[in-house]
């Protein structure tokens, strides 16, 4: 059975700093991975995502995630954050393209300080 | 705004009621999805539909139940209401294959 871990729940970064967010995976095949945001009452709101091809996969908002399969992780990185991207992030893997349940990580809280 | 709309956005009952939540996909979207998140389970997978059909099913109790309509939106039925169903339920779209966009949530509290 396919499984995300996040280890880090929560995460204080400077404001101008550079973020790190980690997520491990666990899945038989190529996996679909994909990073998440959401706002306090809000939605999920796709980052990015990676399907196949390039592991350096560009997102919206200036974030990016690198795909490491001898390690089994999909880490975003974001190289200065600002006070905006305070919010909880969720990294996700699916299943059989067409299938695509996706099996969610428990989150990171981010916040960010002045 | 993703495109999808989900309704209502908040919802207050009793335990024992029965409730039903609505989900319209984004423009073009032939699967739906249905998620619920709570404090303690986190992001859960629910069920999937696609054309109407079903296609994949998670941690849904058999409380709940779901369908897909002949015009593409999905209701999600859940009865015999327990205080540990509050919690938030999403609905989400995509082509076959592809990133799923999410709705705002319909917030459910059962009291």
């Known amino acids: 059975a396919q499984s995300v871990t996040q280890p880090d729940i929560h995460i204080t970064v400077s404001e101008g700093a550079s973020l790190e967010l980690r997520c491990n995976y666990s899945?038989?095949?190529?996996?679909?991975l994909f990073w998440y945001v959401q706002s306090p009452g809000q939605g999920l709101q796709l980052l990015l995502k990676?399907?196949?091809?390039?592991?350096l996969v560009q997102g919206i908002k200036g974030f990016e995630a690198e795909f490491k399969r001898s390690q089994s992780s999909f880490n975003l990185r974001k190289p200065s954050v600002h006070w905006s991207d305070a919010a909880e992030y969720f990294c996700?893997?699916?299943?059989?393209?067409?299938?695509?349940?996706?099996?969610f990580g428990t989150g990171t809280r981010l916040t960010i300080i002045p | 705004d993703s495109g999808v709309t989900q309704t209502p956005k908040h919802l207050i009952t009793a335990t024992g009621q029965r409730v039903t939540l609505r989900c319209s996909p984004r423009?073009?979207?032939?699967?739906v999805y249905w998620y619920q998140q709570s404090l303690d389970q986190g992001l859960q997978f629910l069920i999937q539909?696609?054309?109407?059909?079903?296609?994949a099913k998670g941690n849904i109790l058999e409380r709940f139940s779901a369908q897909q309509f002949p015009d593409l939106h999905s209701e999600l039925n859940l009865s015999s209401l327990e205080l540990g169903d509050s919690a938030l339920y999403f609905c989400?779209?995509?082509?076959?294959?592809?990133?799923?966009?999410f709705g705002p949530g319909t917030r459910l509290t059962v009291l």
């Open positions: 989400a779209s995509s082509v076959y294959g592809g990133e799923q966009f």
């Open positions: 899945y038989g095949a190529t996996p679909y």
């Open positions: 990676y399907f196949s091809g390039d592991t």
């Open positions: 996700a893997v699916g299943s059989n393209f067409g299938n695509e349940k996706l099996t």
């Open positions: 423009s073009g979207d032939l699967s």
């Open positions: 539909y696609y054309n109407g059909e079903e296609r």
